[in-house]
């Protein structure tokens, strides 16, 4: 039988969204496995369809229920289908002939007849989507709670997914590739590109001139300078984005990740930007450092990068799953991990050590409240906090009072955003 063209696109989507919403799977994990048939542009386009529900999803389900005479179900298929159909009309500009030739087919024995009338009836009206996104209940309970000041802002910026941002290999070519990437400088070594461009078919993609990393992403790892042969331990570092940062920036890098696929990507990434690291797949909880030769202790590493698992909330302009998947239970879990990865690498640091804790989280108890139990006097082996000061950082961004940094998907609007990260950088006390 031949497929309507589009419909195997729309098939993939409503797989992906049905994985993150009843299952609780990640974007990424559920494009991965919805995706794996299709030609890219259908891939492509399935992901944008699905980001764009996960983004506006509460607007779009007011608009539906501001027709409908019984409310759907909140799981109801064919609420999935309308969510995606009104998506591709308000956020793609799809032509609606298109829409409902691809839609409806999704509906194998549902309501069909319901859902033409419902979307041709918000066809008739102006675009029921405003320029903010509506954050779900929960989402706003607790930023309104975390950043009162800063919500209206967090949420602006997640009407549009992000630009493209690029960490360069070599700071010193920065004005070059600028100029052959079409790029904006954001800072030495950090170019932004228009989003909607294809990674793997842009100039020095082949031979690892770069890597795709948000300007927050790239802080941690200059947080902690020029390496000059120094041993670093980069503790959770697939898929290797700072690990990238810290050879190239001189670093002795020991790289390791509990996750052997991801770790999988890292050495790739290694071998496409011709970077050398020691990569070791282990459970962080599980693993200690090699004794030294004496085989009395190790002797420490001269500094460790903590870039530990978390939420991610801080990435939703780019994974506006996050706002439907993370609740208070899965904040507590990672909460317990990331104290108990902390407690390790302090452990492992040199007497002169420097550790950088990081999360792109926007959650203060994977962030400011790990921190503030880090340097805690009532710790053995505690920590005292080695501020972070304003010119170490780009944009104008500036440290809290405590010397740690906050970053929001609303600062850095006038160029497109940043994600959310937390970040400290602490001494042995
Ligand atoms: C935020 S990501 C790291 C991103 C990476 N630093 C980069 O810049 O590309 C967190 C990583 O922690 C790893 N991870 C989670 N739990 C871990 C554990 N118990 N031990 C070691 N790695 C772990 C995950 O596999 C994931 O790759």
Not at 29 to 56: K, Y
Not at 235 to 251: E, I, N, R, S, Y
Not at 293 to 303: C, E, L, T, V
Request: net charge negative; proline share 7%.
């Amino acid at each position: 039988m031949v497929e309507t063209s589009g419909l195997p696109a729309r098939r993939a989507c409503l797989r992906m969204l049905d994985a993150v919403s009843r299952r609780g799977d990640t974007l990424d994990v559920a494009f991965e496995q919805a995706t794996r048939n299709l030609r890219p542009a259908d891939a492509g386009l399935a992901r944008a369809i699905a980001s764009e529900v996960l983004r506006w999803l509460v607007d779009l389900d007011n608009a539906i229920d501001s027709v409908t005479r019984q409310p759907l179900a909140p799981d109801a298929k064919a609420r999935m289908v309308l969510r995606m159909m009104l998506a591709q009309a308000w956020r793609l500009g799809s032509p609606a002939h298109a829409i409902v030739a691809t839609g409806l087919p999704l509906l194998t024995g549902g309501p069909r007849r319901l859902t033409h009338g419902v979307f041709s009836t918000l066809m008739k009206r102006p675009s029921a989507l405003g320029a903010t996104p509506t954050l779900p209940a929960e989402v706003q309970a607790r930023w309104q709670d975390a950043w009162p000041g800063r919500l209206p802002f967090i949420a602006a910026a997640l009407a549009e997914p992000p630009p493209l941002d690029l960490t360069l290999r070599e700071f010193a070519q920065t004005a070059d590739w600028a100029a052959r990437l079409d790029a904006s400088v954001l800072d030495e070594g950090h170019l932004r590109l228009a989003r909607g461009r294809n990674v793997t078919d842009l100039p020095g993609y082949a031979e690892g001139a770069w890597w795709v990393q948000d300007i927050a992403a790239s802080i941690p790892a200059r947080l902690l300078g020029s390496g000059k042969g120094r041993s670093v331990l980069d503790l959770c570092a697939a898929p290797g984005g700072k690990t990238m940062q810290l050879c190239a920036a001189g670093w002795k890098v020991t790289a390791l990740d509990s996750s052997a696929r991801r770790l999988a990507l890292l050495k790739d990434n290694l071998r496409r930007t011709g970077l050398a690291a020691h990569t070791i797949q282990a459970d962080a909880r599980d693993w200690a450092p090699p004794l030294d030769d004496d085989r009395q202790s190790h002797g420490g590493f001269d500094a460790i990068l903590l870039d530990a698992p978390c939420t991610a909330t801080g990435t939703c302009r780019r994974h506006p799953d996050v706002l439907h998947r993370i609740s208070s239970r899965q904040i507590a879990d990672q909460t317990l991990l990331q104290a108990d990865l902390l407690t390790r690498a302090r452990q492992w640091l040199a007497p002169e050590g420097t550790l950088v804790y990081a999360v792109c989280s926007l959650e203060p108890e994977e962030g400011e409240q790990q921190a503030q139990a880090c340097v805690s006097p009532d710790l053995d082996q505690g920590l005292v906090t080695d501020p972070i000061r304003a010119e170490e950082l780009p944009f104008g961004l500036e440290p809290d009072d405590q010397g740690w940094v906050r970053t929001d998907p609303g600062m850095l609007s006038e160029p497109g955003g940043m994600d959310g990260f937390f970040i400290a950088r602490f001494k042995p006390g």
